[in-house]
C-alpha cells in the first residue's frame, strides 16, 4: 500500500485533484479533472506517467451531480480502482481566506464556520471548496483535512496596498483589496532561488496569465502588492471577467439601463474580459489562432492591460529586477509575453526573441536590465507541502532521512 494525499481544486464548473506521495515529496501518482459540472461532467485521469486511463475505467463518474457528489464518487472511484492507495490526508485550494487565514489550516468546527463566514466574499468559489471538503468529511470523518487559501500569500502586503478610497468603517468590515492567486505564487517564490540566486530576494513581479489572470509583486519572496481585489474580478483583462472597472459603470448598468444586481454580475463574471471584447471564446490559443479583428482587439488589450498594471507594480516596488511569467498563457504564448514585454522598454526590460519563441526558461538578453524568466506554477505541490508540514507527515521523513 502508498500512503497518499488527496490534493482538491475546486473551481466554479470543474473539479481538478491529485494523488500525492504523503511522504518524500514527489511527482503525484495520479491527476485528474471533473469538467463541466452543472452539463454534463467529463472525467478524466492520468498516470504518474501523464497517460490518461481508458474511459472504461471511468464510465461509473460520468453522472449529472453537484460537487459534493462528484467529490463522493470520486472518493468512491478511488476506492475500487486504486486499491494499492491508502489516503493519509486531503488538502484543498480554498478562495477566500479572509484576514484571519495567514497559512494553511488543519480544518476543524472553528476554521470551517469561519470559511462560511466568508462565503459572502466568493460566492461564485468558496462554496465549491466547502462542497468537496463536507464530501470528504461525510466520507471518513477521521481524515485530516487542511485548507490552504489563495489570498494567505498577500497577507503580507503593506496596510496601503489593501486599502480602497472608502470611508474607514468599510476597511474595518474587511472591504480590503485581499489579492488572490496565492498557491501559485507561493510556489514561484519557492524556485526563485533556483532560477536567481541572491536576486530572488530583489524587486520582482510575477504574471500568472491563466483563464483568471493576475499579477503580484513581490520583495524578498514575499507579496508586497497585486492586482487582484476585493474580489476575483479585479485587475487584469481575464478570460471572462473584466478586470478592472470604473465603479461608476455598475451604478450606470443598474440605475440607467435597469439591469439586476444579478444581470450585472454575470454580466462582469462570465460575458466580459477576452470573450466579451471578441465576441469570439474566452481561450488564448483560439484567439491568437482567428483572422477577426476582434479577436485582434481582445489581444491587444489584454497585452495592454497586462503591460499597465506591470508599471503600476513596479512603481509599488520602486524599481524592477525581475518578470515571471506564470500559469497557461504566461507559460506558452510567446506572442502575449513578446506584447507585454515591448512595452516595457522604459524599464529596461530586452526580450531574447529566439529564447521567448522557443519557451525558454530565461527569455530576457544578456544586457536586460530585467531579469524575464517563463516558470510552470504547481498549486497542488504547495498544497501537497502544507499538508505534510501541517499534519506532521513532513516530520516522518525527516526521521526516515536521519
Ligand atoms: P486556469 O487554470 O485559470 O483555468 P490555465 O492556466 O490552464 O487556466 O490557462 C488557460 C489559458 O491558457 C487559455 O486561455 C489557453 O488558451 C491558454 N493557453 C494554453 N496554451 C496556450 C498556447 N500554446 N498559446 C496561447 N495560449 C495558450
Not at 519572496?221 to 474580489?231: D, I, K, M
Not at 478586470?243 to 444579478?262: C, F
Request: charged share 15%; with cysteine.
Amino acid at each position: 500500500m502508498t500512503d497518499a494525499i488527496l490534493v482538491f481544486n475546486a473551481g466554479s464548473s470543474s473539479i481538478k485533484f491529485a494523488l500525492h506521495p504523503a511522504v518524500v515529496e514527489g511527482a503525484p501518482l495520479l491527476t485528474g479533472k471533473i469538467d463541466g459540472i452543472g452539463r454534463a461532467p467529463d472525467f478524466t485521469v492520468r498516470d504518474a506517467r501523464g497517460n490518461y486511463l481508458p474511459e472504461d475505467d471511468l464510465q461509473e463518474i460520468q453522472v449529472t451531480a453537484d460537487h459534493e457528489q462528484l467529490t463522493t464518487r470520486l472518493l468512491e472511484w478511488l476506492q475500487h480502482h486504486q486499491t494499492g492507495i491508502n489516503l493519509v490526508a486531503a488538502g484543498h485550494r480554498v478562495v477566500h481566506g479572509g484576514r484571519d487565514f495567514t497559512g494553511p489550516a488543519i480544518i476543524d468546527a472553528d476554521v470551517l464556520g469561519k470559511m462560511q463566514q466568508l462565503v459572502s466574499l466568493a460566492p461564485s468559489h468558496q462554496p465549491h471548496n466547502l462542497a468537496a471538503i463536507n464530501a470528504v468529511s461525510a466520507w471518513d470523518p477521521g481524515l485530516p483535512q487542511i485548507a490552504c487559501f489563495d489570498t494567505s500569500f498577500h497577507r503580507t502586503q503593506p496596510r496601503l496596498a489593501q486599502l480602497f478610497g472608502l470611508p474607514h468603517e468599510l476597511t474595518d468590515q474587511g472591504i480590503l483589496k485581499y489579492g488572490f492567486h496565492g498557491l501559485s505564487y507561493e510556489y514561484i517564490a519557492s524556485v526563485l532561488p533556483e532560477h536567481l540566486g541572491s536576486g530572488a530576494d530583489a524587486r520582482v513581479v510575477v504574471a500568472h496569465l491563466g483563464n483568471g489572470a493576475s499579477m503580484c509583486a513581490m520583495k524578498h519572496r514575499h507579496s508586497v502588492a497585486s492586482s487582484t481585489g476585493f474580489s476575483a474580478l479585479h485587475g487584469l483583462i481575464m478570460g471572462r471577467r473584466c478586470g478592472t472597472l470604473d465603479a461608476g459603470v455598475v451604478l450606470h448598468l443598474i440605475q440607467q439601463q435597469g439591469m439586476s444586481a444579478d444581470q450585472v454580475r454575470h454580466l462582469l463574471y462570465q460575458e466580459s474580459g477576452l470573450f466579451g471584447v471578441s465576441g469570439i471564446s474566452n481561450n488564448m490559443k483560439v484567439l491568437e489562432a482567428s483572422a477577426d479583428p476582434r479577436a485582434k482587439e481582445a489581444i491587444d488589450l489584454f497585452c495592454y492591460r497586462a503591460a499597465c498594471e506591470l508599471g503600476s507594480l513596479a512603481a509599488s516596488l520602486e524599481g524592477l529586477d525581475a518578470i515571471v511569467f506564470t500559469a497557461g498563457i504566461g507559460e506558452n504564448s510567446a506572442t502575449v509575453r513578446d506584447r507585454i514585454c515591448r512595452r516595457l522598454g522604459w524599464l529596461g526590460v530586452d526580450v531574447d526573441q529566439s529564447a521567448n519563441q522557443a519557451n525558454d526558461i530565461r527569455i530576457s538578453t544578456s544586457g536586460s536590465g530585467v531579469t524575464v524568466l517563463v516558470l510552470p506554477t504547481n498549486e497542488e505541490l504547495v498544497i501537497a507541502r502544507s499538508v505534510r508540514s501541517l499534519t506532521g507527515l513532513a516530520e516522518v521523513e525527516l526521521q526516515l532521512a536521519l
